[in-house]
């Protein structure tokens, strides 16, 4: 019943932004720690940001002061804010929920996530 759908996805020039927002369906986003990762081709799944339940955030070192995670309660969505975007930036995106963490406890190990969404493009060209 635990649903992710990511949006917001899409094409855009290097120092623009872009905003992600993934709707849950079958829990309450308030509830769970939450994370966005990124997929390029031919590397790694990798953690970009985090959000506990108690909204302690985390970030990756290469995204730290660009992007920013955050819960929108009464859409029911987490959402990744993305400014000063980069080539290197382009990936697939995707956001995931941890049901077990407990209230101050988020991480940037995929491993720690049992649920996904099934991603969203996001391509940093001119």
């Known amino acids: 019943q635990l649903q992710l759908v990511e949006s917001g996805g899409g094409l855009v020039q290097p120092g623009g932004s872009l905003r992600l927002s993934c709707a849950a369906s079958?829990?309450?986003?308030?509830?769970?720690?939450l994370g966005w990762f990124r997929q390029a081709p031919g590397k790694e799944r990798e953690g970009i940001s985090c959000?506990?339940?108690?909204?302690?955030?985390k970030y990756a070192v290469s995204v730290k002061d660009r992007f920013t995670i955050y819960r929108d309660n009464a859409k029911n969505t987490v959402n990744l804010q993305m400014s000063s975007l980069k080539p290197e930036d382009t990936a697939v995106y995707y956001c995931?929920?941890?049901?077990?963490?407990?209230?101050?406890?988020?991480?940037?190990?995929?491993?720690?996530?049992?649920?996904w969404g099934q991603g969203a493009q996001v391509t940093v060209s001119s």
């Open positions: 959000i506990s339940k108690g909204g302690l955030t």
């Open positions: 995931a929920v941890d049901p077990g963490a407990s209230w101050y406890y988020a991480g940037l190990s995929a491993s720690d996530y049992d649920y």
């Open positions: 079958g829990f309450t986003v308030a509830d769970y720690a």
